[in-house]
């Protein structure tokens, strides 16, 4: 959803206040003014205190110095299977309850394709590479059976990829 935010005195990024200029010319690299000037719009981004920063720059952690490890899966699902699925891949479904066992689990996003039905991404967030395999050591087992028991949701399922960040 678009918001419209009326602007009534802006300093652009050379420290000109209010100039005649309009707004694109004044923020010639941008398409849209820059996040100080909405700092106090009610259209802000939440501040996530878990991260220490707005929930906008969760991706961005690894420019302040904080690393992640990402593990990245395609799914295919049919379409009689999407409410189950959504349920146990979603960010409180059985999967993330089973990796918020580890304090070094970051969180899921499920994230559903927007042209193509029943095409879906996970991506899981740990502290480390070695928090995840330290994870998947001890829980190996419950992780095993809890994969069994929802082959029956998916049609496809491929691992893209384990990333660091």
Same mark, same amino acid.
């Given at each position: ?96 309850? +089973?990796? /918020?066992?580890?304090? @070094?689990?970051?969180?899921? =996003?499920?994230?559903?394709? &927007? %042209? ?29 059976? +809890?994969? /069994?028991?929802?082959? @029956?949701?998916?049609?496809? =399922?491929?691992?893209?990829? &384990? %990333?660091?960040?």
């Amino acid at each position: 959803m678009l918001a419209h935010v009326e602007v009534t005195s802006v300093t652009d990024c050379r420290g000109v206040q209010d100039s005649n200029e309009p707004l694109f010319l004044r923020f010639p690299r941008t398409k849209v003014l820059p996040p100080a000037i909405f700092r106090h719009s009610p259209h802000a981004h939440p501040f996530d205190h878990s991260l220490g920063m707005p929930a906008s720059m969760r991706y961005h952690t690894h420019r302040i110095g904080l690393d992640m490890f990402v593990v990245v899966w395609q799914f295919e699902i049919a379409e009689d299977k999407i409410a189950g699925f959504e349920a146990a891949y979603g960010p409180e479904g059985a999967w993330a309850k +089973l990796f /918020r066992t580890s304090p @070094s689990y970051l969180g899921t =996003e499920l994230l559903h394709d &927007a %042209y193509i039905p029943g095409s879906y991404l996970t991506i899981d967030r740990w502290a480390s590479e070695a928090d995840f395999r330290a994870f998947r050591k001890q829980h190996d087992q419950d992780y095993e059976v +809890l994969d /069994r028991a929802c082959d @029956s949701l998916t049609s496809r =399922e491929t691992r893209i990829g &384990a %990333y660091t960040v």
